[in-house]
């Protein structure tokens, strides 16, 4: 089993993936994904649906793969709840594709980079190239580095839905990646651990590795308020253009 298998669970959903305010980055990836109304767009590791869903009721057709199948079980509801046009799929995203393309994707919130090989790592990018039409557009989030080594903490807690989270993070330099303990005290006074690893791509990297993948006309924002992307950005946003 993979990690990230692992790792997202409903525990980690709902301190970090319910989301309740979305406007500001829905008008972001309209605006930098150059959306039309019925324009078709892919959700690469949608999670639970929490900018699927907004997307749909903003009158786009959404497509949202994730390898957590209880996440897509959470996000079908949802849009069944809310009736949009919205649909989810049980994936692997570095190898899953839509069997029809799309004008747009994006991959949010930093789910990238968890192989330990670039190699790897690309194919979650060429997938997502493979998704949409040529001179189609694609939004990577991710963290900023820079911005993570210069102000880097090693413990991090957050309480939410009755959950305390707290995470413990090492640094390998030397391998380029990140490593975390996630450590839960639940509400019915259990405690749970999970490991992950990430690979911490310099700004400069992922826009060769979105260039080896099929893109280009690579801009950089520091945050979805469409902020271009400085050293302190909280964020390393990504948007690319699809080659023909």
Not at 151 to 167: D, H, K, M, S, Y
Not at 172 to 196: C, E, F, I, Q
Request: charged share 25%; proline share 4%; glycine share 6%.
């Amino acid at each position: 089993m993979t990690w990230w298998a692992d790792l997202y669970d409903d525990a980690l959903a709902d301190v970090l993936l319910a989301r309740t305010e979305t406007t500001r980055t829905i008008a972001f990836l309209t605006r930098v994904l150059e959306l039309a109304p019925g324009d078709r767009v892919l959700d690469q590791c949608c999670g639970i649906g929490g900018l699927a869903i907004p997307l749909a009721r903003a009158g786009f057709e959404v497509l949202g793969v994730d390898q957590a199948a209880g996440y897509i079980h959470r996000a079908i509801a949802a849009a069944r709840a809310e009736d949009v046009d919205a649909r989810f799929f049980i994936g692997d995203a570095f190898t899953w594709r839509p069997e029809r393309m799309c004008n747009a994707a994006f991959n949010w919130w930093t789910s990238f980079g968890y192989a330990v090989r670039d190699a790897d790592n690309m194919q979650m990018l060429k997938r997502a190239a493979q998704a949409i039409v040529p001179g189609g557009r694609f939004a990577l989030d991710f963290m900023n580095v820079p911005q993570v080594l210069r102000g880097f903490q090693p413990t991090v807690t957050v309480e939410r839905a009755n959950i305390v989270l707290t995470r413990e993070t090492t640094l390998d330099l030397a391998a380029g990646s990140m490593h975390k303990t996630w450590r839960y005290a639940l509400p019915d006074g259990t405690t749970r651990t999970r490991t992950s690893a990430l690979r911490m791509y310099m700004p400069s990297q992922l826009v060769e590795l979105l260039r080896a993948s099929g893109f280009d006309d690579i801009e950089l924002y520091g945050d979805d308020d469409g902020s271009p992307l400085a050293l302190d950005s909280p964020r390393c946003i990504a948007v690319a253009v699809r080659l023909a």
